[in-house]
């Protein structure tokens, strides 16, 4: 799903909820924001047609930012995440899809990093008492995919556009609101 606003200069992506789970921490926190300067999309967890939907969006619009956000109910705190890694596993998606290689992109470098600035958005998360740390391994399923792939296709199209990704753990919905609260108050500062 895409939503339609005028004038958006930041994107805000998310998975929806997967593994016969009722919700997705990311999509809750997404859904929870107010701002009307973003796009949201919430993308299923398909190698398919999550990359798809995030490169037209980006087509269509020129984004000064894009915030993309998944899921790690294995993590105990906020990660926000500082390099997209040209891997994946052999987890199939929602579609029972398996990506045929060990690499995202046959040719694409080995290690994509990150192009947000972080120091500005933990500073809004401790503000509201969430510490997250900098992580320097996104994973190898469809959260580094979609990192890597977005990183790769701003480089490769040579847009001015910063790019990051944060991982939630399970949230109680304090937190969910929290979480929302200090994105609004970040992409607010962001705004040129």
Known sequence: MISNHFNEKILVCCFNEFDNRQENFSALVLSNLHNHNIK????????????????????????????????????????????????????????????????????????????LQYSKLIKFFKLQNLYPKISFNAGNYLCNYIFYKTLNYIKDTKLKCKVGFIHFPILTQEQINACASALDKYINSVLI
């Open 40 to 115: 949201k999309i919430f993308l299923d967890v398909s190698y398919d047609n999550s990359f798809t939907l995030v490169k037209k969006a980006i087509d269509e619009n020129h984004f000064q930012t894009i915030i993309l956000l998944g899921e790690a109910r294995s993590y105990s705190l906020i990660k926000c995440e500082k390099y997209a890694r040209n891997i994946t596993s052999l987890k199939s998606d929602v579609n029972n899809n398996v990506l045929s290689t060990p690499y995202i992109l046959k040719k694409g470098k080995y290690i994509l990093k990150s192009s």
